[in-house]
């Protein structure tokens, strides 16, 4: 059983099911994260931009219909190049549209697809994707869209039959392909598989081959990826151009690379002892059909239990992250120390000794509290805060400007990646509670290490 059909189970909404479907219908599929322009048209009603942009890259691809020159009353006007096809939005009321892509000359490659339903991205979170797949008409195309809020659990099944980095923008993708490359990796895997069961050994090819490390040691070896990668030492703060990036780039990327990796031998190991059965032998096909159904539960647990585990191991991943960073830096702080009603903020710098002795310096102390991704999750940490500075940092794309005023009103302060502080994908830009984290390093944390590191009164 693949990884995608892992995915699918855990995500039970007619979303998932729909992108399903588009996966295995299409011949090609256009995936877009999309830009605020490209939801604010939607949204308000002075926007200048109609529709979704798309790249010259995408548009020359020949995943579109070949754009044709429009006839225009004013010979000498610039060329605007166009070409009319069907979409369909299974979402939405609409069947189907009539949808335009249109490549103003004047405008150099600037090119938008218009004729959409406002409905299908009126609601949308910061950061979320655009999927359209090709399917086959007779002798022309027609397009399957579907929008995935970047706030929904979809967004990690398509994450995961795309291959999608935390970095990713827009690309076009064979599922064919896809699947081939997936199937190649647990075929190769599969064979290992087989042999230790005909030997009678696959509980110990388990625990030496698929057993999935703990978070500390997962974590220590994508750093290792991370620095190797770079040709550097340690992950210091002080040292490197973009901490933020660094961040999100070991967590979100290399690790999680590793830990699907981990997590599909593991999978595929429990399945097979689950039908097989630890000790070899001759077994029928009626017999393992019959194994199939009677552990069908079992199973359905199990792929239940792989997507749950990816959510859990997240926060815990940017966690270690952030932690080896303060030590490279050498940063005083403590971790998940109890305050008040057994609070247990992730880390207060440079300890709630420091930070609660009500002297001068005190007030440059802070809790740092870390979340991979934050929805309403961010109240909880407010409440841990009190009178004490409260820096929030996150890899969250999907924050909507709203939400960051909230936070605000409330004192809290949002820690981010520098790539995502002037992200045209999100709103974080021109909020003065959001800083980078090379700023959160620089303007927050430096100028105070003097007295946080003799803990000066």
């Not at 841990?384 to 794309?397: A, I, P, Q």
């Amino acid at each position: 059983m693949t990884d995608q059909n892992e995915i699918a189970v855990g995500s039970s909404g007619a979303d998932a099911d729909l992108l399903a479907r588009l996966f295995e219908r299409s011949d090609q599929v256009l995936v877009k994260k999309l830009s605020n322009n490209d939801r604010d048209w939607a949204r308000y009603t002075n926007k200048h931009q109609a529709g979704v942009y798309i790249p010259h890259e995408q548009r020359d691809s020949g995943f579109f219909p070949a754009l044709t020159a429009k006839a225009r009353g004013n010979a000498e006007a610039d060329e605007i190049r166009e070409v009319y096809f069907t979409t369909a939005w299974p979402q939405t009321s609409v069947a189907e549209k009539r949808s335009r892509l249109v490549h103003y000359t004047s405008k150099g490659q600037e090119t938008h697809m218009t004729g959409l339903p406002k409905e299908a991205f009126i609601e949308l979170s910061p950061a979320s994707l655009l999927v359209m797949g090709r399917l086959s008409s007779g002798s022309e195309y027609s397009y399957e869209c579907l929008t995935i809020d970047s706030g929904s659990d979809e967004v990690l099944l398509l994450a995961e039959l795309f291959n999608l980095a935390a970095d990713f923008l827009v690309d076009i993708f064979e599922p064919a392909e896809r699947k081939a490359e997936e199937r190649g990796r647990i075929l190769d895997f599969a064979e290992q598989v087989v042999a230790a069961w005909t030997r009678g050994s696959i509980a110990t090819f388990a625990k030496d081959n698929a057993a999935m490390p703990s978070t500390v040691a997962l974590a220590a070896k994508a750093r290792r990826a991370f620095l190797e990668k770079y040709g550097l030492d340690k992950t210091n703060p002080f040292d490197l151009d973009r901490p933020g990036d660094a961040l999100r780039e070991i967590s979100r990327i290399i690790e999680w690379d590793l830990f699907r990796d981990y997590q599909r031998r593991e999978r595929a190991v429990e399945l097979v002892r689950l039908v097989l059965g630890d000790t070899p032998g001759e077994i029928a096909v009626p017999s393992i059909i019959r194994r199939l159904i009677d552990t069908l539960p079992a199973i359905d647990a199990l792929m239940l239990s792989a997507s749950q585990q990816r959510k859990s191991r997240a926060g815990y991943s940017y966690e270690h992250h952030i932690e080896s960073m303060l030590l490279d830096g050498n940063i005083p702080f403590e971790k998940q120390v109890i305050i008040e009603a057994r609070k247990r903020p992730d880390f207060v710098l440079p300890s709630l000794a420091f930070v609660d002795r009500g002297t001068k310096h005190a007030k440059t102390g802070l809790i740092l509290s870390a979340k991979t991704t934050l929805r309403e999750r961010w109240k909880q940490v407010e409440r841990e805060k009190g009178k004490r500075r409260l820096f929030l940092t996150t890899v969250d794309e999907n924050i909507a400007g709203s939400s960051i005023e909230d936070m605000a009103s409330f004192g809290v302060h949002l820690v981010i990646p520098e790539s995502l502080r002037l992200s045209k994908e999100t709103e974080y830009k021109d909020h003065k509670n959001v800083v980078s984290f090379k700023e959160f390093c620089s303007e927050v944390i430096q100028p105070n290490l003097k007295f946080w590191s003799m803990q000066v009164t």
